[in-house]
């Protein structure tokens, strides 16, 4: 590329040189020539002024001749010559010499008299001006003027002025005849104009032959000039033909040469008609626009335009016309492109034809389109926007450059009151309050460059407040300053409510309308955070007892007894007695900055008295227990929840009506641990670890009418890595709690299964196993589905298997619960009430009961050692079942005496440590075959 240039360069400088070299080599012609013109005229001029000078010495020596010295001898230079003859003669002679038209002016006779020029005589009349009278002094006579006098030869002078004029003289010595002595000059004078002039009139012919010669010269100048100028417009009109013709060939533009609608093909115009990118923005070769208009390929909906523009154009009425329009493709499709027509003048016999020139801006179009359309769902969404659209300067007003329509909803104003602060600044709008926080946020957000969000109230121009969340972002400049502030404010009032309310329920209980445990977890971290838990503790009420209420009257009268203890307890609220409703039936007292023990109990003492006022009358109880926190940090909130629960929970009497006051202490402590304890190994063994450490015993069942082994109940064992054996009274609560017992329950009638077809394969297939259920595990959906399952994977008769339900679960849902034994009932398993007699009972609903067997609780069986058998109600329990259709087992059967009035009273089976302790599988299987080989009767 610099090499290029560099050649360029050099081209340019041989050209500009060669151009230099020729206008000087013109300039030396011509120089040479006027020298050469110069120099003829100059020497005409001489050889001219050789002949003057010449023919006026030769006429004043002829006229010398004339004059006769012996006449001039006579003169003597005085006044008295003027009337002598030889005077008067000569006078005459040189005055008819000057009256032909003579170029002479003067002539005259000079002697010299006593060393002085004088005039003897001249041609000149007396009365002229110029007449010199005889005698008078030469007085500018120069030794030009005394040459003649002595050399005795003629001179002819320069030009020389005197007070006459400006002379050239010729100056005749007149000699005497006889001894050659200069005795008078004659001179005659010519006038230096006039010589000159001759001198000029001579001159004529050679002027005009130099006139000539230099015409003839500059013409050939001329003729040479104009041929190299010809020479170079040609290689011009070469170049720039070559440079239209790759122009016109590369172009970015399409052209294409048009006379009225038609594309011309004139050979004239040597293939210059269409271009080649005309060809590829239409994508159509040359030769196709052979035979079609511009109408044909002008997309129809542009057409009407370009053909109003067209006939202006036509009519001479504009010079030329630009159109955005779109030209149809061969394939139908179209392409947008910007089109120029433009007359195509200077070409004779075609001044009919113009020039379209195309551009293709398709790309542009689809740009502007997607602006376009941008625009509009832009405009659209702000709209339809809950808010309004901004862009606003970042100053202490937030002086508003734009403000979208929706202004007016938002705040009441039009959205031209607020641009440029016209009627009101935007800050004014923003509720003071927000103002500081609000300006402080965008500070932040801006030196960070994050984007903005924040909510805050307004004042609309009627007053009201409204809650807005504003969006946004700062606009910066190159260099990295905030030109301005953009975004969108929206109304978030009818959120802002929907959160309030959800904020309320997410903090209270709706039914008893008190803060709820989420409220509770929330108070206490921030007092826990901000150091505020002065001498914390937590105070919490039990009245869980209230659910056997639930049985007898329903569940909304226990709920509308709730709400009347909530509000008992509510009044006894202060800035630091804060009441929770925390679990279903229980109450927190969140207590700060109490002083003392006593005053802790003291309060205590209140919230039972105003219990025991709604409560006394039901006949149940509360308890309250109280957990002093300290002011220690960290402290695991909703462990202390559970604990306080647990604690409160505990300290409940449910048979009877008092309200207990407890402090939590080691004991409740060390028992929560172990709780604990036992829910982690439990969670082990959910999960399929160490399920070895839970394994079932087997407690057979006596049939007293056979005196055979009719079954046993399988009774599950905790065997605790830490805690040695655990009875199942105290894990099986906590699997419930702990929702474990569903995971854990189908371990066990796995267990169970699988014993029963090892009792099977010995032969003992009218065995029966019960199986205790929770109630947990029964109210599950799939609990049904789960156990056929099972039974069915294992082959196994659902009449060998016998489900135990503690009539405490009819307690909680007794029309859901019979529905459920219904089913099993039907799918052929054998259902049994456990622990009958010691729950609220059931009796007066035992008809509806879906059930085969009744399970006697030991208290029964025990009271029959306590008092008159005769008296005891056991017997009753025993024919009621039988009554309705149930046979009974009695449990807990440890003496014969019991085992007597059994069998007195009819009982059907009976179960204990006298029949025989729960064994291990093995045990089990060796008593069966041991009561089986023995004789009953040797049994009892
Ligand atoms: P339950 O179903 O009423 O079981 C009878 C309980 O009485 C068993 O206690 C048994 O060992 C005990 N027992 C039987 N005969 C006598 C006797 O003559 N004298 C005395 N003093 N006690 C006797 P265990 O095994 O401690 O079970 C306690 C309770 O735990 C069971 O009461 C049952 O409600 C529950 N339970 C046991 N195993 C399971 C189980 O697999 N699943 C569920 N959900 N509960 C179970
Ligand atoms: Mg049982
Ligand atoms: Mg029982």
Same mark, same amino acid.
């Given at each position: 590329?610099?090499?290029?240039?560099?050649?360029?360069?050099?081209?340019?400088?041989?050209?500009?040189?060669?151009?230099?070299?020729?206008?000087?080599?013109?300039?030396?012609?011509?120089?040479?020539?006027?020298?050469?013109?110069?120099?003829?005229?100059?020497?005409?001029?001489?050889?001219?002024?050789?002949?003057?000078?010449?023919?006026?010495?030769?006429?004043?020596?002829?006229?010398?001749?004339?004059?006769?010295?012996?006449?001039?001898?006579?003169?003597?230079?005085?006044?008295?010559?003027?009337?002598?003859?030889?005077?008067?003669?000569?006078?005459?002679?040189?005055?008819?010499?000057?009256?032909?038209?003579?170029?002479?002016?003067?002539?005259?006779?000079?002697?010299?008299?006593?060393?002085?020029?004088?005039?003897?005589?001249?041609?000149?009349?007396?009365?002229?001006?110029?007449?010199?009278?005889?005698?008078?002094?030469?007085?500018?006579?120069?030794?030009?003027?005394?040459?003649?006098?002595?050399?005795?030869?003629?001179?002819?002078?320069?030009?020389?002025?005197?007070?006459?004029?400006?002379?050239?003289?010729?100056?005749?010595?007149?000699?005497?005849?006889?001894?050659?002595?200069?005795?008078?000059?004659?001179?005659?004078?010519?006038?230096?104009?006039?010589?000159?002039?001759?001198?000029?009139?001579?001159?004529?012919?050679?002027?005009?032959?130099?006139?000539?010669?230099?015409?003839?010269?500059?013409?050939?100048?001329?003729?040479?000039?104009?041929?190299?100028?010809?020479?170079?417009?040609?290689?011009?009109?070469?170049?720039?033909?070559?440079?239209?013709?790759?122009?016109?060939?590369?172009?970015?533009?399409?052209?294409?040469?048009?006379?009225?609608?038609?594309?011309?093909?004139?050979?004239?115009?040597?293939?210059?008609?269409?271009?080649?990118?005309?060809?590829?923005?239409?994508?159509?070769?040359?030769?196709?626009?052979?035979?079609?208009?511009?109408?044909?390929?002008?997309?129809?909906?542009?057409?009407?335009?370009?053909?109003?523009?067209?006939?202006?154009?036509?009519?001479?009425?504009?010079?030329?016309?630009?159109?955005?329009?779109?030209?149809?493709?061969?394939?139908?499709?179209?392409?947008?492109?910007?089109?120029?027509?433009?007359?195509?003048?200077?070409?004779?016999?075609?001044?009919?034809?113009?020039?379209?020139?195309?551009?293709?801006?398709?790309?542009?179009?689809?740009?502007?389109?997607?602006?376009?359309?941008?625009?509009?769902?832009?405009?659209?969404?702000?709209?339809?926007?809950?808010?309004?659209?901004?862009?606003?300067?970042?100053?202490?007003?937030?002086?508003?450059?734009?403000?979208?329509?929706?202004?007016?909803?938002?705040?009441?104003?039009?959205?031209?009151?607020?641009?440029?602060?016209?009627?009101?600044?935007?800050?004014?709008?923003?509720?003071?309050?927000?103002?500081?926080?609000?300006?402080?946020?965008?500070?932040?957000?801006?030196?960070?460059?994050?984007?903005?969000?924040?909510?805050?109230?307004?004042?609309?121009?009627?007053?009201?407040?409204?809650?807005?969340?504003?969006?946004?972002?700062?606009?910066?400049?190159?260099?990295?300053?905030?030109?301005?502030?953009?975004?969108?404010?929206?109304?978030?009032?009818?959120?802002?409510?929907?959160?309030?309310?959800?904020?309320?329920?997410?903090?209270?209980?709706?039914?008893?309308?008190?803060?709820?445990?989420?409220?509770?977890?929330?108070?206490?971290?921030?007092?826990?955070?901000?150091?505020?838990?002065?001498?914390?503790?937590?105070?919490?009420?039990?009245?869980?007892?209230?659910?056997?209420?639930?049985?007898?009257?329903?569940?909304?009268?226990?709920?509308?007894?709730?709400?009347?203890?909530?509000?008992?307890?509510?009044?006894?609220?202060?800035?630091?007695?804060?009441?929770?409703?925390?679990?279903?039936?229980?109450?927190?007292?969140?207590?700060?900055?109490?002083?003392?023990?006593?005053?802790?109990?003291?309060?205590?003492?209140?919230?039972?008295?105003?219990?025991?006022?709604?409560?006394?009358?039901?006949?149940?109880?509360?308890?309250?227990?109280?957990?002093?926190?300290?002011?220690?940090?960290?402290?695991?909130?909703?462990?202390?929840?559970?604990?306080?629960?647990?604690?409160?929970?505990?300290?409940?009497?449910?048979?009877?009506?008092?309200?207990?006051?407890?402090?939590?202490?080691?004991?409740?402590?060390?028992?929560?641990?172990?709780?604990?304890?036992?829910?982690?190994?439990?969670?082990?063994?959910?999960?399929?670890?160490?399920?070895?450490?839970?394994?079932?015993?087997?407690?057979?069942?006596?049939?007293?009418?056979?005196?055979?082994?009719?079954?046993?109940?399988?009774?599950?064992?905790?065997?605790?890595?830490?805690?040695?054996?655990?009875?199942?009274?105290?894990?099986?609560?906590?699997?419930?709690?702990?929702?474990? *017992?569903?995971?854990?329950?189908? %371990?066990?009638? #796995?267990?169970? &299964?699988? +014993? @029963?077809?090892?009792?099977?394969?010995? !032969?003992?297939?009218?065995?029966?196993?019960?199986?205790?259920?929770?109630?947990?595990?029964?109210?599950?959906?799939?609990?049904?589905?789960?156990?056929?399952?099972?039974?069915?994977?294992?082959?196994?008769?659902?009449?060998?298997?016998?489900?135990?339900?503690?009539?405490?679960?009819?307690?909680?849902?007794? *029309?859901?619960?019979?529905?459920? %034994?219904?089913? #099993?009932?039907? &799918?052929? +398993? @054998?259902?049994?009430?456990?622990?009958? !007699?010691?729950?609220?009972?059931?009796?007066?609903?035992?008809?509806?009961?879906?059930?085969?067997?009744?399970?006697?609780?030991?208290?029964?069986?025990?009271?029959?050692?306590?008092?008159?058998?005769?008296?005891?109600?056991?017997?009753?329990?025993?024919?009621?079942?039988?009554?309705?259709?149930?046979?009974? *087992?009695?449990?807990?059967?440890?003496?014969?005496?019991?085992?007597?009035?059994?069998?007195?009273?009819?009982?059907?089976?009976?179960?204990?440590?006298?029949?025989?302790?729960?064994?291990?599988?093995?045990?089990?299987?060796?008593?069966?075959?041991?009561?089986?080989?023995?004789?009953?009767?040797?049994?009892?």
């Amino acid at each position: 590329m610099a090499f290029l240039s560099l050649e360029k360069g050099s081209i340019v400088s041989a050209d500009r040189s060669k151009l230099e070299l020729k206008r000087s080599s013109i300039v030396i012609f011509t120089a040479v020539t006027l020298v050469l013109c110069g120099l003829y005229l100059h020497l005409s001029w001489n050889r001219y002024e050789d002949i003057v000078s010449s023919e006026a010495v030769m006429l004043a020596e002829s006229l010398e001749s004339l004059l006769h010295p012996e006449h001039i001898v006579e003169l003597s230079g005085t006044d008295q010559d003027l009337d002598k003859p030889e005077y008067i003669t000569i006078k005459h002679t040189l005055m008819r010499l000057l009256e032909n038209e003579n170029p002479v002016r003067f002539a005259y006779l000079m002697a010299e008299r006593d060393g002085k020029i004088i005039f003897l005589l001249d041609s000149e009349p007396p009365d002229s001006p110029d007449y010199s009278p005889p005698g008078q002094i030469y007085e500018e006579a120069d030794d030009l003027s005394w040459e003649p006098f002595k050399s005795g030869k003629t001179v002819l002078t320069a030009a020389s002025t005197d007070r006459w004029g400006t002379w050239i003289s010729v100056l005749v010595p007149v000699k005497d005849q006889a001894s050659e002595n200069v005795i008078a000059v004659f001179g005659i004078d010519y006038s230096a104009q006039d010589w000159n002039l001759r001198l000029w009139r001579r001159m004529v012919p050679d002027f005009i032959i130099v006139l000539f010669f230099l015409l003839i010269v500059f013409a050939l100048l001329r003729v040479l000039n104009q041929r190299s100028f010809l020479k170079k417009l040609s290689e011009k009109l070469a170049l720039e033909e070559a440079l239209y013709h790759s122009i016109f060939d590369q172009a970015p533009i399409g052209i294409a040469v048009l006379r009225d609608k038609s594309f011309v093909f004139h050979p004239e115009l040597e293939n210059m008609n269409i271009n080649p990118k005309f060809e590829q923005i239409l994508a159509r070769k040359s030769s196709d626009f052979e035979n079609i208009k511009w109408t044909d390929i002008t997309y129809p909906d542009d057409l009407q335009a370009d053909l109003d523009q067209f006939v202006k154009f036509q009519r001479g009425e504009i010079k030329g016309y630009s159109i955005e329009k779109r030209f149809l493709k061969p394939d139908g499709s179209s392409v947008w492109t910007n089109m120029r027509i433009s007359p195509l003048s200077g070409i004779p016999h075609m001044n009919d034809m113009h020039l379209c020139l195309i551009e293709d801006i398709s790309a542009h179009k689809q740009v502007e389109l997607t602006l376009k359309e941008s625009e509009r769902s832009k405009s659209v969404l702000l709209s339809h926007l809950p808010g309004m659209a901004y862009r606003c300067k970042n100053d202490r007003e937030w002086t508003m450059q734009y403000v979208s329509d929706g202004c007016l909803n938002l705040t009441g104003y039009q959205a031209k009151s607020l641009l440029s602060n016209k009627d009101i600044s935007y800050n004014e709008i923003i509720t003071p309050k927000y103002r500081e926080p609000l300006r402080k946020e965008w500070e932040v957000v801006l030196a960070q460059k994050r984007l903005f969000r924040y909510e805050y109230e307004i004042e609309t121009a009627d007053g009201n407040h409204k809650w807005v969340l504003e969006m946004g972002q700062g606009i910066f400049n190159e260099h990295g300053e905030v030109d301005a502030l953009e975004g969108i404010v929206l109304d978030i009032s009818d959120k802002k409510k929907v959160e309030d309310q959800l904020k309320y329920f997410s903090e209270h209980d709706v039914w008893t309308g008190l803060y709820n445990r989420r409220r509770l977890y929330d108070v206490f971290r921030a007092d826990q955070e901000s150091g505020n838990a002065r001498n914390a503790a937590l105070v919490g009420v039990s009245l869980s007892s209230i659910h056997l209420l639930s049985l007898r009257y329903g569940f909304q009268y226990t709920q509308e007894l709730i709400k009347s203890a909530a509000a008992a307890l509510h009044q006894q609220c202060s800035d630091n007695y804060q009441l929770f409703y925390t679990y279903e039936n229980r109450f927190t007292f969140y207590v700060r900055s109490y002083n003392d023990k006593k005053e802790l109990l003291t309060f205590c003492e209140t919230i039972a008295t105003s219990l025991e006022f709604i409560l006394s009358a039901e006949r149940i109880g509360a308890s309250i227990s109280v957990m002093e926190i300290g002011v220690s940090k960290n402290l695991d909130i909703e462990q202390l929840l559970k604990n306080i629960l647990v604690a409160s929970d505990k300290g409940l009497d449910t048979t009877g009506s008092d309200i207990g006051i407890s402090f939590f202490n080691d004991e409740i402590h060390k028992q929560i641990l172990r709780e604990e304890k036992i829910s982690r190994e439990l969670i082990q063994i959910a999960a399929g670890n160490n399920v070895e450490r839970l394994f079932m015993q087997y407690q057979p069942i006596l049939d007293l009418k056979s005196k055979r082994i009719a079954g046993f109940e399988a009774l599950v064992r905790l065997n605790s890595k830490t805690m040695g054996l655990i009875a199942p009274a105290e894990f099986i609560t906590i699997a419930e709690k702990t929702k474990l *017992i569903i995971p854990l329950g189908n %371990l066990i009638i #796995l267990q169970v &299964l699988n +014993f @029963l077809n090892r009792l099977k394969e010995e !032969g003992y297939n009218s065995t029966s196993i019960a199986i205790n259920i929770s109630v947990i595990q029964l109210l599950r959906d799939d609990f049904i589905k789960n156990l056929l399952q099972m039974t069915n994977e294992k082959h196994i008769n659902t009449n060998s298997v016998i489900l135990e339900i503690t009539e405490s679960v009819f307690a909680s849902s007794f *029309i859901e619960v019979n529905k459920i %034994l219904a089913k #099993l009932k039907e &799918l052929g +398993f @054998l259902i049994a009430i456990d622990d009958f !007699g010691t729950e609220y009972s059931s009796l007066s609903r035992e008809r509806e009961l879906n059930i085969n067997c009744i399970k006697i609780d030991k208290y029964f069986v025990d009271k029959l050692l306590e008092v008159d058998p005769e008296r005891s109600i056991t017997s009753d329990i025993i024919s009621m079942g039988h009554k309705l259709g149930h046979f009974v *087992i009695a449990e807990g059967v440890e003496t014969e005496m019991q085992l007597q009035y059994l069998k007195d009273h009819g009982c059907d089976k009976v179960q204990g440590y006298l029949i025989g302790k729960p064994l291990d599988e093995d045990a089990a299987l060796a008593l069966i075959r041991q009561i089986a080989y023995t004789n009953t009767d040797g049994l009892r």
